[in-house]
Nanobody
Framework: QVQLVESGGGLVQPGGSLRLSCAASGSIFRIYIMGWYRQAPGKQRELVATITSGEITTYTDSVKGRFTISRDNAKNTVYLQMNSLKPEDTAVYYC?????????WGKGTLVTVSS
């Protein structure tokens, strides 16, 4: 069983930056894929970024060049650094873990980008 807790959300102005954290209850060293998803009001949940145990990353096109996903296995934490934020980035952001079998989710953290 994996428990995930997101933090770092809040209100930022367009062009601002924010770093989200996802703390796991146990070691993430053995988890093959960690990722961030987001869901805006009235829209489907979408994949934002993933990172494998081998440090291979992927990003959805809309955030490439602005967001960076990273993992710190010693701290059992995954991060999402978000720069040059746009109003369309407003959403609840969810942490996800795929240990190879199964799918685990945090409860989400709200990011609002508005002037």
């Amino acid at each position: 069983q994996v428990q995930l807790v997101e933090s770092g959300g809040g209100l930022v102005q367009p062009g601002g930056s924010l770093r989200l954290s996802c703390a796991a209850s146990g070691s993430i060293f053995r988890i093959y894929i960690m990722g961030w998803y987001r869901q805006a009001p009235g829209k489907q949940r979408e994949l934002v970024a993933t990172i494998t145990s081998g440090e291979i990353t992927t990003y959805t096109d809309s955030v490439k060049g602005r967001f960076t996903i990273s993992r710190d296995n010693a701290k059992n934490t995954v991060y999402l650094q978000m720069n040059s934020l746009k109003p369309e980035d407003t959403a609840v952001y969810y942490c996800n873990a795929k240990p190879g079998v199964g799918d685990y989710w945090g409860k989400g953290t709200l990011v609002t980008v508005s002037s």
